[in-house]
């Protein structure tokens, strides 16, 4: 073989590497753009899901609630509940069905942080 022949090939060899190095760089700028992509799509997702779920669940809560208060209602508002919470170990019972005595609690309230003291900043 001619060294012509053999630079020829050596060049078309050399020539073959760098296409086969740019495909290379090629498919793992695309491998790495479709892994990107795929990783967002899925975050993306698991952010709705999150915010959808959130949702869902404040609207539950904000429906048992309100069914909670509607069957309670009838209940607390009846005198009979008033007269049996005046009965020594009943008065929890006031509490339950969410009625509580504000000016009692103001009167706690007041006390409690007549006890609070404070400690003085040192400067």
Do not use: C, Y
């Amino acid at each position: 073989m001619s060294d012509r022949q053999k630079a020829s090939m050596q060049t078309a060899i050399d020539d073959a590497i760098a296409t086969a190095s740019r495909i290379n760089e090629t498919l793992f700028a695309l491998g790495t753009q479709t892994v990107q992509g795929v990783i967002g799509a899925a975050a993306q997702q698991a952010t709705t899901t999150g915010e959808e779920t959130a949702a869902a669940a404040h609207k539950l809560i904000e429906v048992t609630t309100e069914t909670v208060g509607r069957t309670v209602e009838p209940v607390a508002s009846n005198p009979l509940v008033d007269f049996m919470a005046k009965i020594p170990g009943l008065s929890w019972l006031l509490n339950a069905l969410g009625k509580v005595d504000t000016h009692k609690a103001q009167q706690r309230s007041t006390s409690s942080n007549k006890n609070i003291q404070t400690i003085p900043r040192s400067k």
